[in-house]
């Protein structure tokens, strides 16, 4: 398990930009051993894996809706997610995530729900956009 804060979010107009931070808090050794990514989710909707990657790089995983415009990057303990162009679909509550020996792609499916001992979230930050 690890200590996951984010920060970032906020209010912005459709066709705008924010910047997610994510830092993860654990033993130093065990740091490379969490995969890291982000969620979100709408009142009344299943959470969405948005984008996850692991600790040294490599490839990184998308969901559809937001390829070409966002952008996850990690630096250590630390990851940010950029996100461009948003539009109103993006209006979410947004979570970081660690996840204890994460593959790439460990935020397409569903395995949150399954393997939650594995995974560690942060309290959640807020997007809206506006039209």
């Known amino acids: 398990q690890a200590q996951v804060a984010e920060s970032g979010g906020g209010s912005v107009q459709a066709g705008g930009s924010l910047r997610l931070s994510c830092t993860i808090s654990?033993?130093?050794?065990?740091?490379?051993?969490?995969?890291m990514g982000w969620f979100r989710q709408e009142p009344g909707k299943e959470r969405e894996g948005v984008a996850c990657i692991r600790f040294r790089g490599g490839p990184v995983y998308y969901t559809d809706s937001v390829k070409g415009r966002f952008t996850i990057s990690r630096d250590k303990a630390k990851s940010t997610l950029e996100m461009n162009s948003l539009n109103l679909e993006d209006t979410a509550m947004y979570y970081c995530?660690?996840?204890?020996?994460?593959?790439?792609?460990?935020?397409?499916?569903?395995?949150?729900?399954?393997?939650?001992?594995?995974?560690?979230w942060g309290q959640g930050t807020q997007v809206v956009v506006s039209s």
């Open positions: 995530v660690a996840r204890h020996g994460g593959v790439y792609d460990f935020c397409s499916g569903s395995e949150w729900r399954d393997r939650g001992r594995l995974y560690s």
């Open positions: 654990a033993k130093i050794r065990e740091i490379t051993d969490f995969a």
